[in-house]
């Protein structure tokens, strides 16, 4: 079993940046592919980012392509997102998941085992 533990979440006014935390535990964490959701009220779950088990690919969705970076610490066991130039539709509860003993996962949220509780992300205009 994975655990997955976010933090970092919070509100910002647009054109701020947080930082999100994914800490993982229960598995080898460079055995784990991870990626970041988000859901906004009324909407269904999508994907924002992906990286690869040890960190060597990533993937973005293409309306944070510029403004986000996914990284993961494998000595720390923690997946981070680097949300820059945040904008108001940026605005929802962002999930962290993990892929077991898969090197890549990608866009898809059914290719993901385990996910955290989420975080609240917030941008006023």
């Known amino acids: 079993q994975v655990q997955l533990v976010e933090s970092g979440g919070g509100l910002v006014q647009a054109g701020g940046s947080l930082r999100l935390s994914c800490a993982a535990s229960g598995r080898t964490f460079s055995n784990l592919a991870m990626g970041w959701f988000r859901q906004a009220p009324g909407k269904e779950r999508e994907f924002v980012a992906a990286i690869s088990g040890r960190g060597g690919r990533t993937y973005y969705t293409d309306s944070v392509k510029g403004r986000f970076t996914i990284s993961r610490d494998l000595a720390k066991n923690t997946v981070y997102l680097q949300m820059n130039s945040l904008k108001p539709e940026d605005t929802a509860v962002y999930y962290c998941a993990a892929a077991n003993s898969r090197w890549w996962a ?10 955290g509780q989420g975080t609240q992300v917030t941008v006023s205009s």
Do not use: I, K, Q
């Open 106 to 115: 990608g866009e898809r949220a059914d290719e993901y085992d385990y996910w």
